[in-house]
């Protein structure tokens, strides 16, 4: 009489999904946050993920989407999928560019109208589309630093959790139209 026993030194196959998975984390845990964000970054553009700052945008759960971001390997197609119609939308978006998909702690208004300029979308004033960013509540921008003294002194300006949240709102009615 055979029975089909399992050894007890042999263990049950894990799901290979979850296999790589525990190894990705485990080799991910001990790398600073920018390593972790281009690898992840990576493996999604090089297996695929499409739709991935949609479905974080339907979630609305406010998580960090710096990686889906990714989805856009350059600010023309952040710009195009965002669609800004005003000035400071416009400012706006080339901000997550610089911030989100970027990883630029803080950045300039000059910064930013340079793209603009290259996009062929350049401001006139983007200090006065930064300003109305900031006047704009809940806040989108806040200006971190002012070097100078002169009204035309460089200022440094970080996109808020709210700025970053209403271009992904752009980006997603995009998607979804």
Not at 83 to 108: I, M, N, R, Y
Request: net charge neutral; proline share 5%.
């Amino acid at each position: 009489m055979s029975t089909s026993v399992v050894p007890a030194t042999q263990e049950r196959p894990l799901d290979p999904e979850l296999d790589v998975l525990s190894t990705i984390s485990s080799l991910l845990t001990d790398l600073p946050e920018k390593s972790q964000a281009r690898i992840v970054s990576w493996i999604t553009s090089r297996f695929g993920a499409p739709g991935a700052l949609a479905m974080a945008a339907k979630r609305g759960d406010g998580s960090d989407s710096s990686d889906q971001a990714r989805e856009f390997p350059d600010v023309a197609t952040l710009f195009v999928a965002a669609k800004p119609s005003t000035g400071a939308e416009k400012a706006l978006t080339v901000g997550f560019w610089l911030q989100e998909c970027l990883h630029h702690d803080e950045w300039e208004g000059f910064a930013i109208n340079s793209e603009l300029k290259h996009l062929g979308h350049g401001l006139k004033n983007v200090t006065d589309a930064l300003n109305s960013l900031i006047e704009h509540r809940p806040q989108l921008v806040v200006q971190l630093r002012k070097s100078g003294k002169t009204k035309q002194a460089r200022k440094r300006y970080k996109l808020t959790a709210e700025g970053a949240r209403k271009v992904r709102q752009m980006v997603s009615s995009e998607i979804e139209a």
